[in-house]
């Protein structure tokens, strides 16, 4: 149980163009899920917490405007990279927890944007 | 400002050499401390949760311990199969995880 699953697994995009990434939570249901951005041999840091129904919390110096995060339903957040830039290549990770406890919090794959 | 610091930040094994790896934290009022392996290009696969100093937990060659400061993750008798980024994290309140850098393991035949 507690499935996460995250799609693309890679993806290449062109510089200014957007890019949409999903995270769905397959056999539970999640009201809050959480984006996070890890570099190269660097660790995982909090982008965003995705609240369903409402505005996402984003943390301090994560630009809302270019990371949109949409949570519509139970089980899907899609995380927006708007008009990508190169620097915004980077692996980005999305989480969903049933209370965390003894079941932690359940990741998705990751997606591997580069931007050329 | 609430840290997670691992140690050390790479280590080298061979099959059957035991070890532990080293997790200190410095939050305001722990609500768990979360161990996860993670795998080249894969997301975090959770392993353990602990919540009080003394509290102890295992799976398999595996065992996670936590002290007032501290957790520990103990390996024995590691495979190659146990290859990978350990990375710990807290969680400080909200559901939000601090992240540790992460400790990666390399076990060799």
């Known amino acids: 149980g507690a499935v996460v699953s995250q799609h693309p697994s890679r993806v290449i995009c062109k510089s200014g163009t957007s890019v949409k990434i999903e995270c769905r939570s397959l056999?539970?249901?999640?009201?809050?899920m959480f984006w996070y951005r890890q570099f190269p041999k660097q660790s995982l840091m909090l982008m965003a917490t995705?609240?369903?129904?409402?505005?996402?919390?984003?943390e301090q110096g994560v630009e809302k405007d270019k990371f949109l995060i949409n949570h519509a339903s139970l089980t899907l957040s899609t995380l927006t990279v708007t008009s990508a830039h190169p620097e915004d290549s980077s692996f980005y990770i999305c989480?969903?927890?049933?209370?965390?406890?003894?079941?932690?919090?359940?990741f998705g794959s990751g997606t591997r944007l580069t931007v050329v | 400002e609430d840290q997670v610091t691992q140690s050390p930040e790479a280590l080298r094994l061979q099959e059957g050499e035991s070890s532990s790896l080293n997790c200190s934290y410095t939050?305001?009022?722990?609500?768990?401390l979360f161990w996860y392996r993670q795998d080249p290009g894969k997301g975090p696969e959770f392993l353990f949760t602990?919540?009080?100093a003394g509290e102890e937990k295992e799976k398999e060659r595996l065992k996670a311990t936590l002290t007032k400061k501290e957790s520990f993750l103990h390996i024995t008798a590691p495979k190659p199969e146990d290859s990978a980024t350990y990375l710990c994290?807290?969680?400080?309140?909200?559901?939000?995880?601090?992240f540790g850098t992460g400790t990666r393991l390399l076990v060799s035949p």
């Open positions: 989480s969903a927890g049933r209370g965390g406890g003894d079941y932690g919090y359940t």
């Open positions: 056999d539970f249901q999640a009201t809050t």
């Open positions: 995705s609240n369903e129904g409402s505005k996402a919390t984003y």
């Open positions: 939050v305001s009022g722990l609500r768990g």
């Open positions: 602990l919540y009080s």
């Open positions: 994290a807290s969680n400080t309140g909200f559901q939000k995880l601090v």
